[in-house]
């Protein structure tokens, strides 16, 4: 019987998440792993869940006592861990010496600033639920320091901000290759014959994410004549508080889709992405999986110039970097309409960047990494 390669531990249900958000990255790590040729036992399951996510780490920790990986990579939460158990399991796979890598992202409490938003306040209870979010989330980087081989970052910045005592490497997210848009598409067609453009924004609406500056940068270059269309791709929920001052510009086309429901109809109809971030501290180390995404779909990005997204797409030559105000972006936005042999160009350049980056790429550093360093 061959022996078991990799334990995967996630905290999301793998079969049962959505395609979007913070349960894209593990679900993408997993398909990665599998097409290496891996062995995997899975650990899955809703941190929230409490009784089921502590009912399936005990059936792991039991799987351990006659079973030893070769090595342990974990997808955890956005935020704490709420069940003690997987701190155990942690702890375990310590002691039997399984050479453990996590990918560490859960610095939201160290950026307060991101909990302040365009259509929200923050309230005593949203204080207090912050002020225990901070403390269990110390909790678990003391214990992850102790006893994790590796730790795997978002960014080479998100390293050295966080400057604790470990071993560590950049694992930014991912790309596919998306066979659904080619270069000579519906949108390639467009920009030679000189036709109105369109982009595209798929993610979610608030101020850290750049949503006034974005569709009042819009507004401004659509006042008299149409240049650019934009589709916005966007939670229901969220694109209400918007609705009412922005709902009646012609310029605008708002969907509420997601990858499994004709996402990728629309990407093949864009000639290129936004990301118009604000830019801030936590901002500037982030390495969106969004970003990955549109370059899977062969999709030029212009965005506003936070720190690790501006060196990726200057980088591979993918696209334009502004700044975080409705003049700038407003501003590149006419330049990128008046120079569409450059849109072709760096469409043509985000096949390379697919290539060198994809997910299966980011599972190997991990694997060679892990088994490397215990030899």
């Given at each position: ?84 158990i997987d701190l155990r399991l942690i702890k375990l796979l310590h002691k039997k010496n399984i050479p453990t890598g996590i990918f560490y992202r859960d610095a939201y409490h160290l950026f307060s600033e991101m909990y302040q938003d365009d ?183 212009l965005s506003t110039n936070c720190n690790e997204v501006e060196r990726f797409i200057l980088d591979w030559n993918i696209g334009w970097i502004t700044n975080d105000n409705v003049d700038s972006f407003s501003n590149m936005l006419l330049t990128v309409a008046m120079n569409r042999d450059d849109i072709i160009a760096k469409k043509k350049n985000t096949i390379q960047a697919v290539q060198k980056n994809l997910w299966e790429k980011r599972a190997s550093k991990v694997m ?8």
């Amino acid at each position: 019987m061959r022996t078991i390669d990799l334990l995967y531990i996630a905290f999301i249900d793998l079969k049962d998440a959505p395609r979007s958000g913070s349960s894209v990255r593990p679900i993408m790590m997993l398909k990665a792993f599998e097409k290496l040729g891996l062995k995997i036992k899975v650990l899955d399951g809703w941190n929230n869940k409490l009784r089921k996510r502590r009912s399936n780490v005990k059936e792991i920790i039991s799987w351990l006592k006659s079973n030893t990986p070769r090595f342990c990579y974990i997808e955890p939460p956005s935020g704490p861990i709420f069940n003690y158990i997987d701190l155990r399991l942690i702890k375990l796979l310590h002691k039997k010496n399984i050479p453990t890598g996590i990918f560490y992202r859960d610095a939201y409490h160290l950026f307060s600033e991101m909990y302040q938003d365009d259509n929200k306040v923050m309230r005593i209870k949203d204080k207090v639920k912050l002020f225990f979010i901070n403390k269990i989330a110390k909790r678990d980087l003391k214990i992850f320091k102790r006893n994790i081989d590796y730790f795997f970052y978002p960014s080479i910045n998100f390293g050295e901000m966080l400057n604790i005592d470990v071993s560590w490497l950049e694992l930014p997210p991912g790309t596919t290759v998306n066979f659904s848009d080619k270069i000579n598409d519906i949108s390639y067609n467009r920009i030679i014959e000189n036709k109105t453009l369109t982009c595209m924004y798929v993610g979610g609406l608030s101020k850290a994410y750049g949503t006034r500056i974005m569709l009042d940068s819009f507004k401004k270059i659509n006042k008299d004549n149409i240049i650019i269309n934009l589709t916005l791709v966007c939670r229901k929920p969220e694109w209400l508080y918007y609705e009412k001052q922005y709902q009646n510009e012609p310029w605008l086309q708002v969907h509420h889709v997601d990858s499994e429901t004709g996402l990728g109809c629309l990407y093949d109809e864009a000639d290129f992405c936004l990301l118009p971030f604000e830019k801030n501290a936590y901002m500037d180390f982030v390495m969106p999986t969004k970003l990955m995404e549109y370059i899977s779909y062969y999709k030029p990005v212009l965005s506003t110039n936070c720190n690790e997204v501006e060196r990726f797409i200057l980088d591979w030559n993918i696209g334009w970097i502004t700044n975080d105000n409705v003049d700038s972006f407003s501003n590149m936005l006419l330049t990128v309409a008046m120079n569409r042999d450059d849109i072709i160009a760096k469409k043509k350049n985000t096949i390379q960047a697919v290539q060198k980056n994809l997910w299966e790429k980011r599972a190997s550093k991990v694997m060679h990494t892990l088994l490397n360093d215990k030899k």
